[in-house]
């Protein structure tokens, strides 16, 4: 699959939303306003200079399970606005994301028993610590390691480190979701309420692929792009 196959720089922002409404997220974190009328994608990308090709990218990276990204298309510029977007991601989750599921898990569990209340607070609680801790990393680690390398910078940073070295460590946080979905879907008794329970797996469900998206923008454009600038570099 390419991008040729999937969405076109020429497709007009509404029919792009209208085709997978889950990017109006995609829009909202790369501060893209509503209202672009008839926009091409190109048109709009040129507006708030952002990179067409990397603009599609996550687009289609998002929108089609078996896409496979396309590095070719990127190069070295358009590595400043993946740590944006990243960035701003991380914001997205922060503020919007989990405080959301927390809120439903906060009423969910006022109705548990005592065992089950402490067993879903402490998952929570220790799910929350340990993607905080993955993002702190990324924000003061990973992404000024990388701006500091595009600037010919690396005053502060051991020798050895590399991109490499995140990789090896990057854990793929959405993974730890399951079992908290789990215990909500297979241990709770059923006499406790459906409704919350509903709403608090449907948070879980959509945050859940959106971080899997976010880690393959890491991985499959980000870490490899960083890669090529590393060898260039030595």
Do not use: W
């Not at 209208?18 to 672009?36: E, K, P, Q």
């Not at 998002?62 to 298309?73: G, L, T, V």
């Not at 089950?116 to 609680?125: E, Q």
């Amino acid at each position: 699959m390419t991008i040729e196959a999937t969405y076109k720089k020429n497709m007009k922002v509404a029919d792009l939303i209208a085709a997978d409404n889950t990017l109006l997220s995609i829009l909202h974190r790369l501060d893209i306003r509503l209202g672009f009328g008839e926009a091409t994608i190109q048109e709009m990308c040129t507006r708030y200079d952002i990179s067409t090709e990397l603009f599609l990218e996550i687009c289609n990276i998002y929108s089609f399970r078996h896409y496979k990204p396309q590095i070719e298309a990127l190069g070295r510029k358009d590595i400043r606005n993946i740590t944006a977007y990243l960035r701003a991601s991380h914001k997205f989750y922060s503020e919007v994301c989990f405080p959301a599921i927390h809120e439903s898990i906060h009423k969910f569990v006022k109705e548990l028993d005592d065992i089950s209340r402490r067993l879903i607070d402490k998952f929570y609680d220790d799910y929350d610590t340990e993607v905080t801790n993955h993002f702190r990393y990324e924000e003061t680690i990973v992404f000024p390691y990388i701006e500091a390398l595009q600037d010919g910078k690396r005053e502060g940073y051991d020798e050895k480190y590399n991109i490499g070295k995140f990789e090896e460590n990057h854990s793929n946080i959405s993974e730890k979701l399951n079992d908290l979905k789990n215990i909500i879907i297979k241990y709770i008794p059923e006499e406790y309420s459906s409704a919350l329970r509903f709403e608090i797996l449907n948070d879980i469900y959509a945050v859940e692929a959106d971080l899997r998206k976010h880690s393959l923008i890491e991985n499959k454009l980000l870490i490899p792009l960083v890669e090529i600038m590393e060898k260039s570099n030595e």
